[in-house]
């Protein structure tokens, strides 16, 4: 256990120190990519590279059993899996401001994805294990959408007009961002202040139809795409690289399309002034971060 051990401890320690300079979000993805990987580099480094004889079976002895070598790379991958998901699970709650929301939980959808297609690489069995996993976060997910959000219901003018849609309303004092998320619209502070036209933003916000079944579905299915790829796959730091690059290519096409689709239903009458709302959230996201990757 001396891969999960060191792999694990590496990751969760790069989480928080990264953590401490890009805040709880970029904490919160360092920890869903770099605990199951670095849990399988170093199991790669320990075991992949064994040579055996024709006809001779190498086990190591763990406390779950005996394993092979291979075997042992992907039970300690997994095993690491489950301690990033943990690290999620309890770090995330009320902590991610409405701009990191949506950015930030599409990537670490797709990141455990690359976990379990890293652990599927060396055993199909934790493909089956790992994707009933990431079911079950999904469900859980999308019947608690709002767990991970830091923010507090809206008030005054605001207020009203969600109201009388029948939604519930939150904001905060530092985002841009405006959707729908689960039976609630959310609405970035900096939004009221900063944009003239948000009466106008929001109702077509609320106008706008939310994402249908075949979309739902179409989108969980495109989330475990990265841990399919890796099952088909062998171990090795290729195929970690390669399952990192599927991670994020995925979620940026995901991403838009997402967009694409809310355009397309956008109304005539509402589109400029979603045009001239998302000129405002582009130039503000690259005046925070440079780097920032705006899906427009």
Do not use: H
């Amino acid at each position: 256990m001396i891969g999960f051990a060191i792999g694990t401890g590496v990751g969760m320690l790069l989480a928080f120190v990264y953590g401490r300079f890009k805040g709880r979000a970029g904490e919160l993805v360092m920890a869903a990519m770099a605990i199951p990987l670095f849990t399988y580099l170093t199991d790669w480094v320990l075991y992949g590279g064994w040579e055996i004889p024709n006809g001779a079976i190498l086990v190591v002895s763990t406390p779950f059993g005996e394993f092979t070598p291979n075997g042992l790379m992907g039970l300690e991958t997994f095993m690491a899996t489950l301690v990033a998901v943990l690290y999620l699970w309890f770090r995330s709650k009320e902590s991610l401001a409405i701009d990191e929301m949506t950015g930030a939980s599409l990537l670490i959808w797709y990141l455990l994805s690359m976990d379990i297609g890293l652990s599927a690489s060396v055993n199909f069995m934790f493909f089956v294990l790992g994707s009933a996993l990431l079911a079950v976060l999904l469900v859980l997910s999308d019947r608690n959408p709002l767990r991970a959000l830091k923010a507090i219901p809206c008030r005054g003018e605001l207020k009203e007009l969600v109201s009388k849609n029948g939604l519930d309303c939150l904001t905060d004092g530092e985002s841009y961002a405006i959707y729908k998320l689960g039976k609630a619209l959310v609405v970035g502070g900096k939004v009221i202040e900063e944009f003239p036209r948000w009466r106008e933003l929001v109702e077509c916000v609320l106008r706008a139809p939310s994402a249908g079944t075949k979309d739902k579905v179409l989108g969980y299915g495109f989330i475990f795409l990265p841990a399919i790829v890796g099952a088909s796959l062998g171990p090795g730091a290729l195929t970690a690289a390669a399952l990192f690059s599927l991670a994020f290519v995925s979620m940026v096409i995901w991403g838009s399309y997402t967009v694409r689709r809310s355009k397309q239903n956008t109304g005539e009458e509402c589109r400029e002034v979603m045009e001239e709302y998302a000129k405002l959230f582009k130039r503000k996201a690259k005046e925070k971060d440079k780097r920032a990757l705006v899906i427009d």
